[in-house]
Nanobody, 121 residues
Framework: QVQLVESGGGLVQAGGSLKLSCAAS????????MGWYRQAPGKQRELVAT???????TYRDSVKGRFTISRDNAKNTVYLQMNSLKPEDTAVYYC???????????????WGQGTQVTVSS
């Protein structure tokens, strides 16, 4: 099994920055593609960014140019650097991991518990 633990969330003013981390443990050899999702109150969970083991990335349009996903395979950790934060970025952010190495993942194998990000105006 794989465990994912997010950290780095918090309260920040609009225009500020936060860096989220997601550490994987357990059967880490199973992990290839990793990603970040978010879910705002009353809204569906949405994909924020994805990164394959080789470093190929994708982003949702609303975060392009502001967020950067990266990973350290030696540390089994994926990061989400979030700059120029907006109130509409407020959500619970979830880390996800998949056994495939596809950049598009329909049904992720593993999920973290989430970390709250709140952006005040």
């Amino acid at each position: 099994q794989v465990q994912l633990v997010e950290s780095g969330g918090g309260l920040v003013q609009a225009g500020g920055s936060l860096k989220l981390s997601c550490a994987a443990s357990g059967s880490i050899f199973l992990i290839n593609t990793m990603g970040w999702y978010r879910q705002a109150p009353g809204k569906q969970r949405e994909l924020v960014a994805t990164i394959t083991k080789g470093g190929t990335t994708t982003y949702r349009d609303s975060v392009k140019g502001r967020f950067t996903i990266s990973r350290d395979n030696a540390k089994n950790t994926v990061y989400l650097q979030m700059n120029s934060l907006k109130p509409e970025d407020t959500a619970v952010y979830y880390c996800a991991a998949d056994r495939s190495n596809r950049i598009v993942v329909v049904r992720w194998n593993y999920w973290g518990q989430g970390t709250q990000v709140t952006v005040s105006s």
